[in-house]
């Protein structure tokens, strides 16, 4: 880190006085209501974006750009596109006149907090700077990084409060529900204060830098997402009392018991327990085996001839390791408003781990036929029970390195009630407009498992 100005700032600094200038030409008052606190210090503005580490081939969102002082630096960093979104009129027209003349960057009138980061699939790695309001920054940060997000690193300047909460350790007075939603997902480093009088106007409290980049898979068990979220809603609802007080009622151990298996002290209070252990905690109240690895390899397929007509039957490991053909079937699952549903593969997945991938796709059993295939699979992947005649068959593909060496049958459904996936075999989904999909997969199809890049070629002309 350079030399920093970490004083506790004179109101008469050259950059403070430049900046109220500047604001006073162009008619710009700060809202108290929105939050906005400008960076004067140029020195604090280059440090803060050194953290986010741009590289050329990098997609760079800055939230909230102001009047410049963090995209001064930004421009520089040679990243291939730049996003800047602003909210305020006056300042869009300010940061439009300074730097619109900039090819790689496009700048953004709209609201942060409602802004929709699906279409920056295609443009990954993204990566998100801003120095946030105090009003709304975790907002902002739950809409930009809750998951899934296409986000591969962010550096945000908040409310210190706010910062040394995301980034808490358990036992941590700070330590809550926050904290645990958030680190769920993602590694939070806290980097540094910032004092008041590096702002214009001068903020009543200091600020703080963070870093945030994606939780490694691998390193933590699977866990129901919805499941865990409401445990924690449960545990943190009131502080003070211990958690057998608070969570609800275990249908086949008393909380001693729970508490013996995770490894928690049965006194505990919701702010004693790790990461790990509220996610440990959630799979004992689910009901549903989380297994280690996503599918068996001793499960039984029908072995085709190039007729697609049985000729045997083989195990799952022999199917794969030998190029077998065999048969499979993807499901399209469209909401009513013609959006797509994408699962991400799980990382225990055996063949390509951690793609996006059909709404659901499955292989056929041995002795089963597509239809009911189809039908199995979207109840055991998505939770939707329904009946063979809601499926429309859309097409046929023949078996080939393209779909795995599987036949495949794609049928397509309508379907716009919650979903719920197994997370060992699903690590989460999203809803895509096709025109998305169709952008994503032209830039990006490393991102997609063969079979579903099939079928959404051949379905989308």
């Known amino acids: 880190m350079g030399r920093v100005n970490q004083s506790k700032g004179r109101e008469t600094t050259p950059e403070r006085q430049a900046t109220r200038r ?16 400008f960076m ?22 800055e939230i909230g750009p102001g009047m410049g002082a963090l995209t001064e630096h930004l421009v520089t960093r040679g990243a291939r596109l730049l996003i800047l979104i602003e909210k305020d009129d006056k300042l869009v027209d300010f940061i439009r006149s300074k730097f619109g003349h900039l090819p790689q960057l496009e700048i953004i009138h709209g609201d942060a907090i409602r802004f929709d980061t699906r279409p920056y699939y295609a443009e990954q790695p993204l990566k ?42 358990p036992n941590d007075h700070l330590y809550g529900l926050l904290t645990v939603r958030s680190q769920a997902w993602w590694d939070i480093a806290y980097l540094r204060e910032l004092p008041p009088g590096i702002f214009v106007p001068r903020p009543a ?60 002290n049965p006194l505990a209070r919701a702010q004693e327990l ?67 549903f994408l699962q991400l593969r799980s990382h225990l997945k055996d063949k390509m781990p951690e793609r996006w991938d059909s709404s659901a796709a499955g292989h056929v059993d041995a002795g089963e036929d597509y239809l009911t295939a189809a039908v199995r699979e979207v109840a055991e992947e998505l939770g939707i ?12 593909l023949p078996g080939g390195p393209g779909t795995g ?24 989904g999203q809803w895509f407009p096709p025109a998305i999909i169709d952008q994503w997969t032209r830039q990006r199809p490393g991102d997609f498992a063969d079979g579903f890049l099939e079928c959404w070629q051949r379905y989308r002309p």
């Open 128 to 169: 998100i700077l801003g120095a946030l309001p105090y009003s709304c920054g975790t907002e902002i940060i739950r809409n930009f990084m809750s998951h899934p997000s296409p986000a591969c690193r962010a550096v945000f300047t908040l409310q210190k409060e706010v910062c040394l909460k995301l980034s808490a350790k």
């Open 385 to 396: 029970k329904t009946t063979p005649d809601r499926l429309t068959l859309e097409f046929t």
């Open 274 to 340: 790790s990461l790990r252990e509220w996610i440990l905690l959630t799979n004992e109240y689910d009901p549903s085996p989380h297994p280690h690895h996503a599918q068996s390899g001793d499960e039984v397929f029908d072995v085709v001839d190039e007729n697609d007509q049985v000729i045997r039957q083989e195990r799952r490991c022999m199917v794969h390791a030998e190029n077998l053909l065999h048969r499979a079937i993807h499901l399209f699952v469209f909401n009513d408003a013609g959006d797509l």
């Open 22 to 37: 500047l604001m006073s030409e162009r008619g710009i008052d700060p809202s108290y209501g929105m939050g906005q606190n």
């Open 205 to 264: 409290v200091d600020s703080g830098v963070i870093a945030m980049t994606p939780r490694p898979r691998p390193g933590l068990p699977v866990f129901e997402e919805r499941l865990f979220d409401r445990l924690l809603t449960h545990g943190f609802s009131q502080r003070r009392k211990m958690l057998r007080n608070l969570l609800p009622k275990h249908p086949g151990h008393p909380w001693e018991t729970l508490a013996a298996r995770i490894g928690c």
């Open 40 to 61: 004067t210090d140029p020195a604090v503005a280059s440090w803060i974006v050194d953290q986010l580490d741009i590289q050329p081939q990098d997609t760079v969102i």
């Open 405 to 428: 060496y599987e036949f495949v049958h794609l049928y397509s459904l309508t379907w716009s009630n919650p979903l719920q996936w197994p997370p060992g075999e699903i690590e989460t």
